[in-house]
Structures are given as structure tokens and as C-alpha cells.
């Protein structure tokens, strides 16, 4: 019995996915459970198993070709006595499978389909796209009378009906075209070639009526100076990378920006990242300036709440979180990702410490799943690994703050009334100006300043 696989919505509401390597070929015999196939969604790749037994019959996609949720990726020949499917595979082949249409419904794109299919796109607060708002402008019937090209003998020009007036030749020494600059800005505007008319003023020169004529009878325009050829590329954006761009785009003209800035002194951090390192609890993970800038974070929540929720537009509610999933930006090949260690809060330092070098290990690898990119409520981003000093960072849709921080780099300093070569950063905070006000954002990123300056405060304030 032949049986066909269709790509299901993994859980993330996607609507296509792109095929990046299959596991088998045609021929091959295959178990249920088995991974037959990598998929490249919105968000990351994704293994995806086979729910039957049987013989692998045809391969459906090629490797690289962007398929739509639903359509049939591999078919596979199944016995009448083929081993039991799991009630797990079942669930996986049945309900992440989208509901086939509606009894006389017609398949989006088909022909006679009464609505395209839609599209998730990010649009300006308060336009829409508007279901056949956008027609093609008919095209300009040809005046009767007239030939293919009106403009054929570029001494005359001729309108349906009526032959324009004698053309009046230049004077002896005169050269070029004599129009005034009123005339040659409207018939720039126009889209007429001023040499290609016969001028019916004073002494030949080329009046409006006379561009107006001719731009009625579809004079030909200004030539376009051909630009020279470039070197060019075209990159499709898909994956990673559409995902991030629809987000950001939605979150920019969503949620009103505001984003403060402080420069800190941050030499008694680095020194206790250094002594960290020698600890015998964080022998086996990577000890970063970030670990304290995550653990600063999570005590400035505790203290500051508001700052961890978000703004439900459809209830006209703020959302406090009372947990917090922490997401760190991670620059990869595929673009930007943002996985979140999922209830930060509860974690010890060298239990975070573990976390934050598994997260941003397995995001550059290209192996993070949806789900550790779902459900962040704050996020850092470290622009300082790149040389910046700061920027002003977009909120991630649904989190009403992110940090972003920038490079350690030795500065002069004032200390105690002496200038000094300390270890200086700059904190960008920006934050949803509809839930976090000046005053409460103000006084997140000075309590944050403040234990990165003396992370003694991180113990006072735990």
C-alpha cells in the first residue's frame, strides 16, 4: 500500500519549510520512528521521523526546495502486515498533519480559487492588507487613427483627428531646442522628449500646448541612459533570517521604542570572572563576563517585575511573568537566533554557567529546536564580541525589555578623584515605553550597573 508523508506544522505555526538533507533514497527500507529527513523551518532545523514501516518508494522534494505545510515530501510502499504504529507517531503523522479543506473548498492557488492563500506578513500599526484592494491599472486604449509608434518622423507629430500645427523651423544659427525652463520642467514631467517635438511659438520655440499635445498622443519619453552592468547576487530570504526580519519589522512599529544608556566601570567584574575560572565548581563551563551580566539581570528582575512581561493588545492587559526565560541573541551562519535558558531564575551561577555555554554552542551549531526559541520573556544581546560599543536594540515580539551589551575596553577613569586605566562598558536598554515608564527602566539598568560595578550587590540583593 503506498502510503505518503506530508510535511506537518512542527508546532510553531509555520507555514512552509525548506528540505536540507534527506536520510534515504528510493528503495530503502525504513522503520517507524526512523529520521528520514532535515527540514529548515522559520526558526531552525528540524528532524523529522517516517510513522510507518515499509520500503521508501519516492522522494517527493529535493534537497533544497522550500515545500508548503501539507504537500506530500516522500511516499513509502507499506505491507498489510507492517509493524503496529506507536500512539506518539500516530499523534505525530495525524494532528501535526493541517486539516485538509472543507468539503467543496478549493486548494488555494488552484484555479477558480476564490482567495489567494493567506500570508503572514508584518504590516504598520493600523493599515492592513486589504483582500483585493491592489488591481492592475487597465491599459490605455490606443487612440483610433494613430500609428504603432506616434511619434514615427520626428519633425511631426500628429493627434487623432486633427494635424498639428505647421512646424516652424529654427532660425540660421540657432541650435538646439528652444523652450523656456517652465516648458522643459513640464515636459520632464511629462515624460516628453523635447528634441522630438516641431516648436509652434515664436520663432519655432515649443510651447505647453505643445508638450500637452504630445504627451496626449503618447509621445515617446526621455531615453534612460542605460546604468552599467554589476556584479550583483540575489539571496533568497527565507529561514532564520525571514523569520527574524517579519519579527523585528512587527516589533519596530508595534510596541513604542524608548532605549537608555550608561557607561560603568567594570574592572571588579572582570577581576571576579577571573577568580571564578580557579573554583572548583565551574572547573567543567566557561566563566564570561556575560554569566554576571545574565545573573545581574535575573536580580534586577526579582526587584523590578514589570520589567519581565508583556502587553496582550487583544485583552488590553499586561502580562506579569513570574518566571523568567532568559534569551541570549546568538549571531550564526543562519542568522540571528535567540534561545532562552527556561527558568533562569531558579538556576544556581555554575547551573547558569552550563546552560548559557550549551545554549549559544548548540544556536551556532544551527541545532536549536523551536521550542528553545519560544516563550523568552527578557533578552540579552552582546554587540561588545563584535568591537561595538552600543546600539539600540529591538525588542523581541512579546518581551517588554532587552540589554544590550557593550565591549570591555581599557579607558581613562576617574577613581576616588584620580584619573586610572580602568575596564569600562557601555548598557543599551530598550524597553516597551506602554509597560516600562522612564522612571522603572531607569532604575533596572542602574540596579544592573550597580552589581556589574560591585557585584557584591548581587549577593545583597538575592
Known sequence: MRREFKLPDVGEGLT??????????????????QIVVEIETAKSIVELPIPWDGVVADLLAEAGQTVDVGAPIIAVETSEGAAPVSEETKALAEDLVPTPPAEGAVEPGAHGSPAPKEERQAVLV????KTGATKRRPRKPQAPGLPANPVANPSRVEVAGAPAPAPVAPPPGRVGVLAKPPVRKLAKDLGVDLSTLAGTGPEGSITREDVHTAAEAGAAPVAEVAAPERPEERIP??????????????????APHVTEFLQLDVTNTMETVQRLRTFRDFADVKVSPLLLVAKAVLTAVKRHPM?????DEAAQEIVLKRYVNLGIAAATPRGLMVPNVKDAHTL????????????????RA??????????GTFTITNVGVFGVDAGTPILNPGEAAILAVGQIRDMPWVVDGELAVRKVTTLALSF???????????MFLRDVGDMLEDPLHMLAWS
Do not use: C
Request: charge should be negative; hydrophobic fraction near 40%; avoid cysteine.
Open 432 to 442: 516597551d515605553h506602554r509597560i516600562v515608564d522612564g522612571e522603572l527602566g531607569s
Open 348 to 363: 544556581s551561577l555554575p547551573e547558569l554557567a552550563g546552560r548559557l555555554a550549551e545554549l549559544t554552542e548548540t544556536a
Open 366 to 375: 544551527g541545532r536549536t529546536q523551536p521550542a528553545e526559541m519560544a516563550g
Open 237 to 254: 530570504v527565507k529561514g532564520v533570517r525571514k523569520m527574524t526580519a517579519q519579527a523585528m519589522v512587527t516589533s519596530a512599529f508595534t
Open 126 to 129: 493600523g493599515y492592513g492588507v
Open 16 to 33: 512552509e519549510a525548506e528540505v536540507v538533507r534527506w536520510h534515504v533514497e528510493a528503495g530503502d527500507a525504513v522503520k517507524v520512528n
Open 307 to 311: 520589567i519581565n512581561s508583556s502587553w
